[in-house]
Every structure is written in structure tokens, then in C-alpha cells.
């Protein structure tokens, strides 16, 4: 059982009286905008679990993640108001030399309703603002357009194509349900290998209707449909001010010396990566 009600004053919504179209959409809205999608506790070296409760007990408390917590906590609240959810083991592919198909760095979600599915994705970076008919077309939110088409990597699945100005190229999701429980390695690697994106870089996102804001190491930039802003957080101070100020997240749990070798940490990640051309 999941706390439905403090969920949805997190979300600023108030409990819709059915599970409809339009309500699954101002939920998947209101998600994206004030959950972010972080890795910071990966960089404090905290550990977590994908259990659905914990990850809507974060939430709650003020913090978000990345997909297997962020769609394993929504859809918990979707099937607690009714929805018809469905899991799905997927795959995000950063570069063409990465592999297509499901390869278990993602989850996605499917909702049936009134006849029709709906992709829904609340952990995919900056991609989605609002669920899309899980048809194939060429969909456009904010600054991004974005293509559905079938999966020739996952038979049966679904690829989801991100506009070039994204943080990644595509999405494939395979077509049978799974548990979450399914994703506990991939987590694991996720949040623990050297070798892992979230582990190498920290990293935050929060998508609205007109753009995303997105913070990688010390480099903060917001696109949106008049083009790309950028600059370099130099100071430990204004760091924590954007995480708390842009991306909504509640630092209060974190001590003076764990945000000083956080910082330190980032910053030195971020010194490295200019002496190397920002490769």
C-alpha cells in the first residue's frame, strides 16, 4: 500500500473522481514537473531499492530518481486510482554504437484505457511531458519532437525515437509484462558500477510544458523553443541553490560534510572533463 493521498498533494493534484484520459495526463505532467530526475543519492553513496513504496516514500520526502524508481512509484499510484497499468522491460540507447532493444536500463510504462494504450514515462530524462498514444506518429511537446514507431529490435515492441536536441537517441520496449522486482541487477549496475553513466556524472533533469532544465555535473542548461542556455555553476552555494531552487530537491537530511565531498567530487569531475576537452 502506497500513501495515495500524500503522493498526490507532492503532485499538487487533487484525486481525480476516474481513471481518464485526461486525468492521466495532468498526473503525468504534474510528475515530470516537480519530480525531478536525479542521481544524487548514487553520488552520496546512499544506497536504494526499486521497491515502489520506498521510491513513493522518496517522493514524498522530496526527492525523485531515475526510472526504475520514478515509473516504479507512478505506477504504483496509477493502479491505486484505477488505471490499467502495464510494465515493461525497455532499453534507452545513448549513441548509434550503443545496442538497440530492451536491455534492461529502462523501465516503461503502458496504460490501457477506453479501448487505446498509452505510452507513459515519467524517468525518461527530458523526452515526455504528457503520456502518447502508443501509436505510430510523429509527436511534438515543448521544443521536442519525437517519432513512435514498432520495434525492429524487440518484436511486438515499440521504439520511441527523441528529437535531436535531446539527452538521448531512443527507447525500445519489449511487448510482455514484467515485474519490477525483474530490474533488482539492473539497478545494481545502474547505481554501483564504475562503468555507469549515473555513477560517472551527476545528473538532474525536470521537464515542463515548454522545455526541460537539466544539470550535468557543474553545467546547467535549459532548452527550450528559443534555443539552448548554458553556464557553469563555480560555487559549492550556488550548486545547492539549483538543486533546490530549479530542480525542487530537499536537501535537509544532507550534512555540512557530505555536501562539502559532494561538491568536491563533482566539481573535480567536472575539472577533469575540461582538460579533456569535454569528452
Not at 505510452?119 to 503520456?131: I, Y
Not at 502508443?134 to 515543448?142: D, H, K, M, P, V
Request: charged content about 25%; glycine content about 8%.
Amino acid at each position: 500500500m502506497i500513501d495515495v493521498d500524500g503522493y498526490l498533494t507532492v503532485l499538487g493534484v487533487t484525486r481525480p473522481a476516474a481513471p481518464t484520459a485526461e486525468a492521466l495526463r495532468a498526473l503525468h505532467r504534474a510528475q515530470v514537473e516537480r519530480v525531478a530526475y536525479e542521481n544524487l543519492d548514487i553520488h552520496l553513496g546512499s544506497a536504494t531499492s526499486i521497491d515502489a513504496a520506498e521510491s513513493v516514500a522518496r517522493i514524498m520526502r522530496g526527492r525523485g530518481g531515475y526510472c526504475f524508481h520514478l515509473n516504479g512509484a507512478f505506477s504504483a499510484l496509477l493502479t491505486a486510482l484505477g488505471y490499467d497499468v502495464t510494465l515493461h522491460r525497455a532499453g534507452v540507447q545513448s549513441t548509434p554504437e550503443d545496442p538497440a532493444g530492451a536491455t534492461g536500463n529502462h523501465l516503461a510504462l503502458t496504460v490501457r484505457l477506453d479501448g487505446e494504450r498509452w505510452l507513459v514515462d515519467t524517468g525518461l530524462a527530458d523526452a515526455m511531458h504528457e503520456p502518447l498514444p502508443l501509436r505510430e506518429g510523429s509527436y511534438t511537446q515543448g521544443p521536442f519532437t519525437c517519432a513512435l514507431t514498432s520495434s525492429v529490435a524487440e518484436p511486438g515492441g515499440w521504439r520511441l525515437t527523441h528529437d535531436p536536441r535531446g539527452a538521448f537517441m531512443a527507447m525500445d520496449f519489449a511487448p510482455d509484462p514484467v515485474e519490477l522486482s525483474s530490474f533488482a541487477t539492473d539497478h545494481t549496475w545502474l547505481s554501483t558500477s564504475p562503468e555507469s553513466p549515473f555513477v560517472r556524472v551527476f545528473t538532474a533533469f525536470l521537464r515542463d510544458a515548454k522545455g526541460v532544465d537539466m544539470l550535468r555535473g557543474c553545467v546547467l542548461q535549459r532548452i527550450d523553443a528559443g534555443g539552448t542556455d548554458e553556464r557553469t555553476i563555480d560555487s559549492a552555494d550556488d550548486w545547492y541553490d539549483v538543486l533546490t531552487g530549479v530542480f525542487r530537491l530537499d536537501l535537509t537530511d544532507i550534512d555540512a560534510p557530505a555536501r562539502a565531498e559532494l561538491w568536491h567530487r563533482v566539481h573535480t569531475g567536472h575539472q577533469e572533463w575540461e582538460a579533456a576537452g569535454r569528452r
